[in-house]
């Protein structure tokens, strides 16, 4: 059904309510909207983007914190010195800095937070962060001494990662339900289905934040939305579900709509140890017969960079290769009977939640289906694709934006879902890994580039663009998602 059509009765229901005002009663209260409701509200815990969407920068704080240009800014940590070696990071943490339950931050706690996050029987979805850390020591209440095994150029960027911040040991084990961090906001209520609150801290160390209450409200589609949206029952969707809806909310002088762009690489995600995806030629089959135009015509708002590989348009070390596997899909039919496919094969696409998920999905089906791939669509639930195909890897395909920054290095993971492993891959990374110097990094992650395009790990179709609408009085949301988070400490009504 046409969107816009859908949407006639709110706008007219918009018109018969004095905009805002029950929205608006309190210019310190903000109410926005989320597709994803969260697994759980633990970032050192938890894969899912919907987590740091809701408690990055907001209720949880790492040592360094990712800006909203993607640069690495000062956060617990006031400032740091590093070795001639570039080994040894000396961290001078911030003073009078407590967490939300009121008990006190210092070096022990980072100590915790670093070693629990390496251990052994770690649960932390973004582990490989740690690997190169070889000792942590508190050298007073407010110094703290991380010493790497070897030079590491992204440890600081690193450390400004979700799965990065620090918590209490008093309260670490108890976040999934009720987080507490350091944060400018703390955690309020969470009704399950519905929505999260937090509230201003009244007593963080830093600036204080204009809100004092901020509610994310879970509305995962756009039917739902707009209605929203017009009403002023909703002030701002940070990524926004606009289906066809785009042209209409863009003309609407209440509104401020910003197309920006995020880390989000929206790829056929392929189980590379499962027949015949374990075939190269297969692979290879699949990437000749995605038609990324038309996927990103189809993906739910018809915005997206055409990408070749996994790495964001907008980082200087990418390397535009579309053209690896160009669409061809008699090059596609051709490399499946030489693959022993001639009639093709049937197989499983299990699709998210997200629009670009289940419309994309339709679109890639049907592509396939042209080259002899019969694909059974399977819809699920979030919390379903994390346990199935990210947890147990029960899965042929599956679609999803990996929304991490600057993620490269999950193709050198040996227990990642994609189920990869090429040495070569895995020394560039280790070779990395040991750079500090941008350029040679640069080069470095062009490497990397072209191998698993080569390989054809995944079927790389485009960058998913980040649509922010909000309120026009509303200023300091970003417009950018460098990562992936919805950080309101600038945010304020501007009346």
Not at 171 to 194: C, H, I, L, M, Q
Not at 294 to 318: K, Q
Not at 356 to 372: F, P
Request: hydrophobic share 40%.
């Amino acid at each position: 059904m046409n969107i816009v059509k859908t949407i006639m009765a709110a706008t007219a229901l918009a018109s018969l309510v004095a905009w805002g005002a029950p929205a608006f009663a309190a210019r310190d209260t903000l109410t926005l909207g989320v597709v994803l409701e969260p697994p759980h509200l633990d970032p050192t815990a938890g894969a899912a983007a919907a987590i740091d969407e809701v408690v990055y920068a907001n209720v949880f704080e790492g040592l360094t914190r990712i800006g909203p240009s993607g640069e690495v800014l000062p956060a617990l940590a006031a400032s740091w010195d590093i070795s001639e070696d570039g080994k040894v990071y000396t961290f001078h943490l911030r003073a009078n800095v407590k967490f939300h339950d009121g008990t006190g931050f210092d070096a022990d706690d980072v100590k915790f937070s670093l070693d629990r996050a390496r251990a052994d029987d770690s649960v932390n979805a973004q582990k490989g962060l740690f690997a190169q850390i070889d000792t942590v020591e508190v050298v007073d209440p407010a110094t703290v001494k991380v010493t790497l095994k070897q030079p590491q150029g992204s440890f600081l960027y690193n450390m400004g990662w979700g799965d990065a911040v620090i918590v209490a040991p008093e309260s670490a084990e108890t976040n999934k339900d009720k987080p507490v961090g350091t944060g400018p906001f703390r955690f309020d209520n969470w009704a399950k289905g519905s929505s999260i609150t937090i509230v201003r801290n009244d007593d963080y160390w830093g600036d204080k934040v204009a809100l004092a209450k901020a509610e994310f409200r879970i509305i995962p589609d756009a039917a739902a939305a707009i209605p929203a949206l017009l009403s002023g029952d909703v002030q701002c969707f940070p990524f926004m579900p606009v289906g066809d809806a785009l042209a209409q909310i863009e003309a609407d002088p209440r509104f401020t709509v910003v197309i920006g762009a995020t880390e989000g690489e929206t790829i056929l995600s392929t189980n590379n140890k499962k027949p015949p995806f374990d075939n190269l030629k297969v692979r290879q089959a699949i990437a000749h017969a995605l038609n990324r135009e038309e996927i990103i015509a189809g993906n739910g708002s018809g915005l997206g960079t055409p990408i070749g590989t996994h790495f964001s348009p907008g980082n200087e070390a990418y390397v535009d290769l579309t053209g690896t596997y160009p669409y061809d899909p008699e090059k596609a039919k051709a490399l499946l009977a030489a693959a022993g496919f001639p009639n093709g094969f049937k197989a499983t696409l299990k699709l998210p939640p997200p629009a670009y998920a289940r419309d994309g999905g339709q679109v890639v089906a049907s592509q396939l289906r042209a080259v002899g791939i019969e694909l059974e669509l399977i819809p699920v639930e979030w919390a379903d694709w994390l346990e199935q195909v990210f947890k147990n890897k029960d899965y042929d395909l599956t679609i999803v934006s990996h929304t991490e920054p600057n993620d490269i290095g999950i193709y050198a993971r040996k227990d990642y879902y994609f189920n990869y492993d090429n040495p070569d891959f895995d020394k560039v990374m280790a070779d990395l890994d040991a750079t500090s110097d941008q350029a040679k990094r640069n080069e470095l992650y062009g490497q990397a580039q072209r191998i698993i395009a080569e390989d054809a790990v995944n079927g790389y179709m485009f960058q998913l663009a980040k649509v922010g609408v909000w309120d026009a009085k509303l200023e300091g949301m970003w417009h950018n998602a460098p990562v992936q988070a919805n950080d309101l400490t600038k945010v304020r009504w501007t009346e």
